[in-house]
């Protein structure tokens, strides 16, 4: 049969493992695909529940030996989290850091044509939480250009787009971003499990580097970055009282960081800019 036709699709997913969060995990997804051989296309429409989440699928393929993919994806919500590898323990860190520094190959990606658009509506991955999270891909010929790359996170915005050319021998990377009206503090707990500063504002990111090792990346990053915060806080001091308690003593003073002391401001601004790493 050169053309094959399921209308009324049933795929039913069950799986165990030590790694599955509960050690398990059963979803089942309705829909239909369209095979045409003749042709070299594929077509297919799914939902239904996928892990903890909600899917609307459609996918398209055209050309089996050079295939282009065209997707659309729609989530309801999505926690990355449980499914991430563990955290190395500290003799695994150890072990890790002696190994040589291994490239990676992104040569795969040279022949990859791929379009497609992904929505989801709660997102939470590394510990960030976001809404209204929009990431469209064009992949041709090596150039992967993620735009938009958008969401809502702590009571604000984020949007920017990702450029990755793979072409070249030495892949690149460029980020765009800009964070509009976030709540600082909560999302510097959430990445860097840091609780020192308070604000809301925002935060704009330019930067490109080069690179086939995670070393080389850092030493080649360059680019701006700025912030912009209001109405917040430094955690950890409160330096009017310290002046005042310093002030007459002559010489270097020193003062341990307190968790119930704070430094308020009505305005913080900070520019950056990054050469060579």
């Known amino acids: 049969a050169k053309q094959i036709n399921l209308s009324d699709l049933l795929l039913a997913i069950s799986a165990t493992g030590d790694k599955l969060p509960n050690k398990s995990l059963s979803s089942e997804m309705k829909g239909s695909v369209q095979i045409d051989a003749d042709r070299q296309s594929v077509q297919a429409n799914l939902a239904g529940g996928l892990l903890q989440s909600q899917v609307k699928a459609k996918f398209a393929l055209n050309g089996f030996n050079n295939p282009a993919i065209r997707y659309d994806l729609d989530i309801d919500q999505l ?15 150890a072990e890790t850091a002696a190994a040589p520094e ?42 992967i250009n993620v735009s938009p790359l958008s969401a809502n996170l702590y009571q604000g915005s984020v949007s920017g787009s990702i450029a990755l050319n793979a072409a070249q021998k030495v892949p690149g990377f460029t980020v765009k971003q800009e964070l509009d009206g976030v709540e600082i503090g909560p999302l510097l707990k959430d990445v860097l499990n840091l609780d020192m500063l308070e604000g809301k504002g925002n935060v704009d990111l330019n930067l490109s580097t080069q690179g086939n090792t995670v070393s080389a990346l850092k030493k080649g990053l360059n680019g701006s970055a700025a912030l912009n915060l209001a109405d917040g806080s430094v955690k950890g001091i409160n330096i009017a009282k310290k002046l005042r308690e310093f002030g007459g003593r002559g010489g270097d003073q020193t003062a341990a960081a307190n968790k119930g ?9 900070a520019s950056f800019k990054i050469k060579n790493g």
Do not use: C, W
């Open 79 to 93: 926690d990355v989290d449980p499914y991430l590898p563990k955290k190395p323990a500290a003799t695994a860190k």
């Open 102 to 143: 291994q490239p990676f190959d992104l040569s795969g990606l040279r022949k990859l044509n791929v379009e497609g658009g992904l929505r989801i509506g709660k997102l939470k991955v590394a510990n960030i939480q976001s809404a209204q999270v929009r990431v469209d891909v064009k992949a041709h010929n090596g150039q």
């Open 261 to 269: 002391e704070k430094t308020d401001f009505s305005e913080m601004k």
